[in-house]
DNA sequence: GGGATAAACTTGACTCTGCAAGCAATTCTA
DNA sequence: TAGAATTGCTTGCAGAGTCAAGTTTATCCC
């Protein structure tokens, strides 16, 4: 039962040290991003995607692809989203099963300061105890391991 | 709003990474073990927390810490695999407040076929896409980045 | 000792999320 | 062009988690 005790491979250690810092940075955005804006971490992604997109807008089904969520689970947010005011419904000419999510100007404004608390927390968090090099060094690494995007693709589980 | 522009920091772009790599791993992860061990991840690091732990058994309070959860999703999550019979719980002679949890011998067996999943995933996803080296290098610079563990002592969201 | 305080745990109400099923619009195909 | 398959999205339900409030047991301090 050596798998059960703490010498592991090098993989499990480093999977287990990803945990544990994704864990108390995304607390601690969660926190900071809800107590000073309202908005949870996955609220703040969609409104800083559509904010990047053209025209402040996108389907519903490419968020779901961006973000770590469902389909049903955008449209829940967006529907929290629309009732605060921050994201609006607009329909496609070309066809008309899509529904864009576009940012409001209320949206785009929380986004701002939302954007200021974010990138403190980072930086404080990140940025400041690990030299250029080292993040360099860090994004490089993470880029090898899969990532949500290839989610669909990637072909594990039958072996 | 450069802020707002993909031309982002080098902690932001860490992060964005790190971000992805965690969700497409903990879902692969928890897709495996609950559909080839009706576990999700979080079950399956109680049962290894106990199983490491002296005498099969930890305080509700310490797992709480070790994991990332509260001290009521422990509770919750205590009853589910109490339900299932693989953990019991236990009285403190000392100190009559702890609940002490239990790793049952149902729970080892279910523990031991489910570490063989999850190291394989881990290994897959992880241990083959790195070298060494590189492995090393990763668990060094995530070791340098806050943990859940002193979440508590860590004073951001002060400033 | 005895009352205040704290610690360990549980419970109720609620939120967020996913899955499965369903609807409507589009595209494919014969 | 009609039927079938596909795509985009929504909805009902159930699971897992949180927070706030409550209970019981320990500890502190006068």
């Known amino acids: 039962m050596q ?9 499990k250690q480093s999977w287990a040290r990803l945990v544990r810092a994704y864990a108390a940075i995304a607390r601690e955005l969660d926190a900071r991003l809800s ?3 309202d908005l949870t971490i996955n609220e703040y992604e969609v409104l800083l995607l559509l904010a990047r997109a053209e025209g402040s807008r996108l389907r519903r089904i490419d968020l ?25 419904k607009a329909e496609c000419a070309s066809d008309r099963r899509v529904t864009y ?6 949206g785009m404004s929380r986004l701002k300061a939302a954007g200021r608390s974010h990138d403190a927390v980072i930086e404080q968090l990140v940025g400041a105890r690990l030299a250029k090099p ?3 060094t860090l994004t490089e690494i993470l880029e090898r391991l899969p990532s949500v995007e290839d989610d669909a693709e990637c072909s ?3 072996d």
């Open 3 to 11: 798998h059960l005790t703490t010498q592991a491979t090098n993989a």
């Open 35 to 37: 107590s000073e804006h």
């Open 64 to 88: 779901a692809t961006q973000l770590i969520l469902s389909p049903s689970g955008i449209t829940r947010m967006l529907d929290r989203l629309g009732d605060a005011g921050l994201v609006e």
């Open 101 to 106: 999510a576009v940012l409001t100007e209320d």
């Open 134 to 136: 080292e993040l360099k």
């Open 156 to 158: 594990i589980g039958d």
